[in-house]
């Protein structure tokens, strides 16, 4: 990477109700899925204004109108996860969708505004939200859903390129597939313990200190210098925090939410590395002004940073190409 500046990135694991199949009852998170379209429009609209560059990780069934077209676009080999409440293809078995709650369901239309905008990079969620440490799937598994969510990507044009993991749940086994297939990024964890690859039973002790860290640094900046794990995997752009939605029962402690992020961003500017900044667009789902006005504090000091620093506002496969771009120049 070009040590004369750093790099902002941001990325957003757009992935409707299949992110949460297994731990949000559908009633209760109602509100926030069907905020989504409006938060998605907010979010490119902000984007725009500061010129932002994002990558918007999809899971492929988003890419759909219906449950009938879906079906039709399912992969060979599906996960056979030991815990069924996983797979959402067990979902779709056991329930009949209603036409009227496909906003929750699908968003073809939203991927295609997406798309249109200016430096947005529509990245993979995986096909079906997989998960690439459950027990029960396996490479094989992997590749067949990652096959169904590039050709799904290629009926609407679009070439996917860029990866990031549900649930963060890192397999460096699969990279070597990812390569296999094109996708030249993913986003990989922070290397402190507290941010060790996902599960769906993480523990509350480790989700506590990850809620002091939003607000305390624990786990230091992390930012960093993209890399490549081996020769045959795709470059790892690590994730620097996760932006936690505004809370009102934590809204009084916002202020030191804000600074956290504003001194890594900082530290990454200064030192000429690269900070990454991800959430869920169903994170802004409810609280859309809220979530939007804090959101522009980040963008204001990104346009401090880039005014004083020359830092950079890059998605993930732009991060690639001069990944890439400087190494061919070494």
């Known amino acids: 990477m070009n040590k004369n500046y750093g790099t902002f990135v941001i990325s957003l694991d757009f992935e409707l109700f299949w992110g949460v199949i297994d731990n949000k009852d559908i009633a209760q998170y109602q509100d926030n899925l069907a905020g989504v379209h409006s ?80 430096n947005q990079e529509i990245g993979s969620h995986t096909f079906s939200h997989y ?17 169904a969510a590039k050709n799904t990507a290629k009926k609407l044009n679009l070439n996917i390129e860029s990866l990031v993991f549900p649930r963060n749940q890192v397999n460096i086994d699969y990279l070597p597939v990812c390569s296999e297939l094109n996708i030249t990024s993913f986003r990989g964890n922070q290397l402190s313990p507290l941010y060790r690859n996902g599960s769906s039973n993480d523990s509350l002790f480790k989700r506590a200190f990850r809620l002091v860290d939003t607000y305390i640094n624990i786990s230091g900046h992390n930012v960093f210098t993209p890399s490549n794990e081996s020769n045959k995997a795709p470059l790892n752009i690590r994730a620097s925090s996760f932006l936690r939605p505004y809370s009102k029962q934590l809204r009084f402690i916002d202020y030191f939410k804000l600074r956290r992020i504003k001194r890594a961003m900082t530290h990454a500017a200064e030192m000429g590395k690269t900070y990454h900044l991800w959430w869920h667009p169903h994170n802004f789902g409810i609280n859309l002004e ?24 890059l998605n993930m496969n732009e991060i690639y190409l001069q990944y890439n771009s400087n190494n061919n120049e070494d």
Request: with cysteine; glycine share 2%.
């Open 39 to 118: 938060a998605v429009l907010k979010i490119l609209e902000t984007f725009e204004k500061y010129k932002i560059h994002a990558t918007w990780a999809t899971v492929g069934f988003l890419f759909f109108n219906s449950k009938e077209e879906l079906v039709c676009s399912f992969p060979d080999k599906k996960p056979s996860y030991i815990d069924s409440s996983l797979s959402p293809y067990n979902f779709l078995k056991l329930n009949k969708l209603n036409n009227q709650d496909n906003p929750i369901y699908f968003a073809k239309n939203l991927i295609d505004k997406i798309s249109r905008n200016d």
């Open 131 to 147: 998960y690439c440490l459950e027990d029960g799937q396996n490479i094989e598994e992997f590749k067949s859903d990652m096959l």
């Open 290 to 313: 809220k979530n939007i006005a804090f959101l522009v504090k980040v963008l204001d000091h990104y346009l401090y940073l880039e005014e004083k620093y020359h830092m950079k506002s």
